[in-house]
Structure formats: structure tokens, C-alpha cells
């Protein structure tokens, strides 16, 4: 008897079989039409929209419509960041990548937090040091990603709270310790700097105070940004926006989320060739049959194969290949051993590529950080 565990997704546990559409109604979010990825992509330079919108791994948001309604007047700009605690797996790249989509085809600024306050509040064993020094590993790895350096922000919150710390009481002000308990789950064991880091979160959120900010996150990260959009207006700034992509599974199951804390769990950015073939080969859940005869004869289930998932998520930009893939699996053409061998040959080169970038772009990170146009700006706010 199969007995299904109970869905649990927040920002700080996701588990169980996870029902996007359920979500929808839990957090109060709104489903992403085909109407408004139309009207989206009518508006992109290249006419095309990214696979994450047309396979429908983003599928819900809060106010994307303001976004849309009004893309062409240069109306929004990007925030989304990182929690240096450690080394970076490929769903930790998500939401950068999105940024860098809207950066392409619109041109706009991409502001990229990393929050090694909280990491050190949280952390029961990292100190500021050794934060600090995955800090700067991890902005070598977003930068891989090859944001436009001139309209890209990458900060450390320990380095830049002088220019956020009043806009931060602002907000901490008006939230009572009642309110960040309900949101956040904080109890009598939580310390205070972990408290007020949530009011410092906000702060880029007002970066640009006449365009709206969009967000581009896991749909387990929509409760953070609750407090800014009940107070925001009232402080006179916007409401923040939001779009939230489902999560990429870890590798032993579709269900849950890809952790750091399980190396056989996660692909991560420095793995080489021998273990991503090790992972792929002894961990990737299945959505094949137990024998070659069987899945010949009844076909596999591409819907809850893991291999599968991540071609279609993040791996095969072709809409025509992967519909090719879907189609072959499900009628046992296509085993499950030559579906792992076309992920792994997919993410080798995919980790290859970006292990270049990283190299090539390490020249730019004192532009993101410091020196190009948009940190200027903001240093000298």
C-alpha cells in the first residue's frame, strides 16, 4: 500500500508530493494564463519566450500583469540573490538565469543579493570569514551566467547595510514581532539578528522607487515578500511582483527540492565528468519498467522519470526535440538507460560551458560588485 506523504513547502522545508495547483490557493498566488505568456512574448526582442514560461516550469506569480501591461516603458527591474552557505548546485541557478532571460530581452537592471548576514546568523559552525570566501565563490558562479555588467548589481549585505539600514527600520517599524512569527516561524529560540535580517531582505526591493520590482523565485520563497507588499504602499513604495518557478527535483525523485546537503542529490558546478555519469547511473529515478521486455512492449512514464524532467525544465531548449523524447519514452522505444545517457552527455557539456564562463567573466566581478555602471550608481546613492 502506497501511503502519500504530506505536502510540506516553505522557504526553509519542502517535501512530500508537491501539488502546484494547491499551492496556488495555499499562498494565495495567481496562475500564470497562456494569455499574459502570449502578451509577454509579443513584447520580447527575439519573439520567442524562454522554456522555463513554455513548459510551464514558471507557472505562477503576484502582479506580473503590471510587469507585462507595461514592459515596453522600461518599467521594471530585477532582484533576486543567494545564501552563501556553500558551494552552488545546478537549482540554485535558476532564478539567475530567468534575471539574465529579462535582462536579454528587455534591458533591464539585475540586482543580485548575497545575504551573508543571514548565513552567519543561521550558520552553526561558518564564521564571517569563512562566509566572506564563499561569498566571493558564489559570485564567480552567478557571474558565469553573464549578466550585462553595466546594468548588473552583485552585493554583500555586510558590505552595503550604510545605504539600506534606514529604509530597513522603515519597514521594521511597522512589523510587529507577531506578524514576522506567523510569517517566518520564528520562536523564543531565534535570535534577533535572524529577526531584523527579514526587514534588510526587503530593502532592494526599493532600490528603484518608480519601477516596479519583479522577483523571479521558487514558489517555497513567496512567504518572504509578504510583509513588503502589506506595508510597501504605505511607505510609498511599490508593491513588489513576483513570478515562482516549480522546483527542480532532486535526483533520487520528482518530489521535493534539490539540496545542498545531499552531495548524491544535487549536480553541482565543480562536479566533473565521472560523477555526474556516477549520479545520473545509480540515482536517477526511473519512470521506466523493470525489464526491457516490459517497457518495449508498455512504454515508460516520462511524467515521473527524473531524467525526463530535467531534459524538459533545463537541459533541451528544443521544443520539437523534447516532444521527440516525451514521445519515444512513453512508447518504449526510448529505454531508460539511453534517456540517462542523453542527460548526462547534456549536463557534461552544460557544466563545461559554464565552468569557461565562470573563468571568463571572473575579470568582470569587480565591475558587478564596484565599478560599472550601475554599482557606481548605487555607492554613490
Same mark, same amino acid.
Given at each position: 500500500m502506497n501511503i502519500k506523504k504530506e505536502q510540506i513547502v516553505t522557504p526553509w522545508q519542502v517535501s512530500g508530493e508537491i501539488d502546484y495547483e494547491k499551492l496556488i490557493s495555499q499562498f494565495g498566488t495567481t496562475k500564470l494564463t497562456e494569455k499574459l505568456k502570449k502578451d509577454l512574448e509579443n513584447k520580447t526582442k527575439s519573439k520567442k519566450l524562454h522554456l522555463f514560461f513554455r513548459r510551464n516550469f514558471i507557472y505562477s506569480h503576484r502582479d506580473f500583469n503590471k510587469i507585462v501591461e507595461n514592459i515596453e516603458n522600461n518599467n521594471f527591474y530585477i532582484y533576486t540573490g543567494r545564501g552563501p552557505s556553500?558551494?552552488?548546485? @545546478?537549482?540554485?541557478? /535558476?532564478?539567475?538565469? +530567468?534575471?539574465?532571460?529579462?535582462?536579454?530581452?528587455?534591458g533591464c537592471n539585475v540586482y543580485i543579493m548575497l545575504s551573508d548576514d543571514e548565513k552567519y546568523l543561521i550558520s552553526k559552525k561558518l564564521n564571517l570569514e569563512e562566509i566572506n570566501k564563499i561569498s566571493i565563490q558564489n559570485f564567480e558562479e552567478i557571474a558565469a551566467i553573464g549578466f550585462d555588467p553595466d546594468k548588473t548589481f552583485f552585493f554583500k549585505n555586510t558590505e552595503y547595510i550604510s545605504k539600506m539600514y534606514k529604509t530597513a527600520l522603515k519597514f521594521a517599524k511597522r512589523t510587529n514581532l507577531s506578524t514576522a512569527k506567523a510569517i517566518f516561524g520564528f520562536n523564543n529560540e531565534t535570535?534577533?539578528?535572524? /529577526?531584523?535580517?527579514?526587514? @534588510?531582505? /526587503? *530593502?532592494? +526591493?526599493?532600490? !528603484?522607487r518608480d519601477k516596479y520590482c519583479l522577483i523571479p523565485a521558487g514558489i517555497d520563497q513567496d512567504p518572504y515578500w509578504r510583509i513588503q507588499r502589506d506595508i510597501s504602499e504605505k511607505l510609498n513604495f511599490k508593491k513588489v511582483t513576483a513570478i515562482h518557478n516549480k522546483l527542480l527535483s532532486p535526483i533520487q525523485g520528482i518530489n521535493g527540492k534539490m539540496s545542498s546537503s545531499n552531495e548524491n542529490s544535487a549536480i553541482f558546478l565543480d562536479d566533473d565528468e565521472k560523477t555526474i555519469k556516477n549520479k545520473i547511473n545509480k540515482y536517477a529515478f526511473s519512470g521506466g519498467k523493470p525489464t526491457l521486455e516490459e517497457?518495449?512492449?508498455?512504454?515508460?512514464?516520462?511524467?515521473?522519470? *527524473?531524467?525526463? #524532467?530535467?531534459?524538459? /525544465?533545463?537541459?533541451?531548449? !528544443?521544443? #520539437?526535440? @523534447? #516532444? !521527440?523524447?516525451?514521445? #519515444?519514452?512513453?512508447?518504449?522505444?526510448?529505454?531508460?538507460?539511453?534517456? %540517462?545517457?542523453?542527460?548526462?552527455? %547534456? @549536463?557534461?557539456?552544460f557544466i563545461k560551458k559554464h565552468k569557461e564562463n565562470k573563468e571568463k567573466n571572473k575579470k568582470d566581478l569587480n565591475k558587478y560588485m564596484y565599478s560599472g555602471k550601475l554599482a557606481k550608481q548605487m555607492w554613490e546613492k
Open positions: 556553500g558551494k552552488m548546485h @545546478i537549482g540554485h541557478l /535558476i532564478s539567475f538565469i +530567468t534575471a539574465k532571460w529579462f535582462q536579454d530581452e528587455f535570535n534577533l539578528g535572524h /529577526i531584523f535580517y527579514t526587514m @534588510i531582505q /526587503i *530593502v532592494p +526591493t526599493t532600490f !528603484e517497457h518495449r512492449k508498455y512504454g515508460g512514464i516520462p511524467e515521473i522519470d *527524473v531524467c525526463y #524532467n530535467w531534459l524538459n /525544465i533545463l537541459f533541451e531548449e !528544443e521544443d #520539437n526535440k @523534447i #516532444n !521527440e523524447i516525451y514521445k #519515444n519514452y512513453k512508447t518504449g522505444k526510448l529505454t531508460s538507460g539511453e534517456l %540517462k545517457k542523453i542527460l548526462i552527455e %547534456k @549536463i557534461i557539456l
